[in-house]
């Protein structure tokens, strides 16, 4: 969860500080209580050429109710908190100029209330040559919390290869370390069996050229 939450928060400010790209990533669905959370919405713009100011809403919809709470607005550079239960706990962390394409916003201290269905939505004005064009974007966010963070599927798998990765390299540096011992160990034998045996080749020679002046 929270490295997953770092790449939404990374995409996030890619997006907000780039005016040339920009990539939708779906929000994280689960929070921890105790925590702060960042509610994630992005909504790209598709003419990047044609200037824009948004506006952005969240609205709340608790699991037990029918209707959505008006809870945020931002119309940069203005931030407001519109409902007394998200009161000094909400904070805007998406793209701070008029062309908004990030609306995250963190949640602090996320409480067992906070559970239940987020909508964000984007109010853009395209400003076109001949007429301005209104467009809506709305995403919603299912969210659950809980007293404990749970691990994704793939984090295990991951660390466990990481670990298994250790052992098989520690492994496969124990069989090097063998091998280069056993191969220097072996050159050095060998090259003493050539010292032995030049020095018993001098000596022979010199035997020999001793035997020869006494025959003489």
Known sequence: MICCS????????????????????????????????LLGCISCKRREEVSARTTVDWHFKPVEEEEFRHIFHYDHPSAEILHQDF??????????????QTGAIYLHNVTFNDTGTYRCTFHRTLFLAMSDQHVTVEKDVELS???????????????????????????WLIVVLVYCYKKITAEHEAREARKAQKAQAALLESKDSCERVQLE
């Not at 928060?9 to 997006?15: A, G, P, Q």
């Not at 909400?90 to 793209?95: K, N, S």
């Not at 984090?155 to 466990?160: H, K, N």
């Open 6 to 37: 770092s790449l939404f928060v990374v995409v996030s400010l890619f997006v907000s500080q780039c005016h040339g790209g920009c990539a939708e990533v779906d929000s994280l669905t689960e929070a921890v209580a105790g925590d702060r959370f």
């Open 145 to 171: 919390v809980v007293a404990v963070a749970n691990r994704e599927l793939t984090s295990v798998i991951t660390e466990i290869m990481m670990y298994v990765l250790i052992v098989v390299l520690q492994l």
């Open 87 to 100: 009161s000094e706990r909400l904070e805007w962390h998406g793209t701070k100029n008029r062309d908004i």
